[in-house]
């Protein structure tokens, strides 16, 4: 069975737990690119990640992009939120559908 995680400061993964999700808080980019080339290797299908630390993970995020698990999905955190989550899923749907029928 594949698992779900959100991974980003305290603040903004905490209430994941709260539906079942596995929450790894973390304070830096390192740590963050280690979980999530532990979760790659294991069988997590999704995992959440906030904007603030996915800007600091570029060539790390290149690397999921394309692959079938996990999906990377970015998240706006409690602090440091650039919209690029937002942007990620347009372009997502825009490419699915042919057209960007999020705007």
């Known amino acids: 069975m594949y698992k779900i995680a959100a991974i980003g400061d305290r603040d903004s993964v905490s209430g994941f737990a709260s539906i079942g999700l596995e929450v790894h808080p973390v304070l830096d980019a390192k740590t963050a690119q280690q979980q999530l ?13 906030t904007e603030q630390l996915a800007s600091m993970l570029g060539e790390e995020l290149d690397r999921y992009r394309d692959a079938a698990v996990p999906a ?19 372009r997502s749907v825009e490419q699915a559908v042919g057209s960007d029928i999020l705007k």
């Not at 080339?37 to 990640?49: Q, T």
């Not at 690029?84 to 899923?89: L, T």
């Open 37 to 49: 080339r532990r979760m790659s290797e294991e069988k997590y299908a999704v995992v959440f990640l």
């Open 72 to 90: 990377v999905i970015l998240i706006p955190g409690v602090v440091g939120n650039t919209g690029e989550g937002m942007r990620s899923i347009s």
